[in-house]
Nanobody, 123 residues
Framework: EVQLQASGGGLVQAGGSLRLSCAAS????????IAWFRQAPGKEREGVSC????????FYADSVKGRFTISTDSAKNTVYLQMNSLKTEDTAIYYC????????????????WGQGTQVTVSS
């Protein structure tokens, strides 16, 4: 059974950093594209970043480019999202998602979703 467990959210001041983790079980990261999405109150869900662990290709939304870094640890079957220089507009529930296959990088309705982790950035 494919499962994704997101963690690492919290409350941080603007300009601060957080690292989110997405622990995967029931599948091997190398066979999947993994993405982070977020949803702020009253807004639609948006893609943040995605990665193909097999070859390290990454993709970022313009809003986080240069501030966020996605990475994987195959030994731990975990995907990370390092978030630096956080802004109040980064406040949202963050979700990790997985889709079988590694041909494409982007944001769509992924097949598997984890529960969210709340990130709150205060001014």
């Amino acid at each position: 059974e494919v499962q994704l467990q997101a963690s690492g959210g919290g409350l941080v001041q603007a300009g601060g950093s957080l690292r989110l983790s997405c622990a995967a079980s029931g599948f091997t990261l190398d066979d999947y594209t993994i993405a982070w999405f977020r949803q702020a109150p009253g807004k639609e869900r948006e893609g943040v970043s995605c990665i193909t662990s097999s070859d390290g290709r990454t993709f970022y939304a313009d809003s986080v480019k240069g501030r966020f870094t996605i990475s994987t640890d195959s030994a731990k079957n975990t995907v990370y999202l390092q978030m630096n220089s956080l802004k109040t507009e980064d406040t949202a529930i963050y979700y990790c998602a997985a889709e079988y296959g590694t041909d494409w990088l982007g944001f769509w309705e992924y097949e598997y979703w984890g529960q969210g982790t709340q990130v709150t950035v205060s001014s």
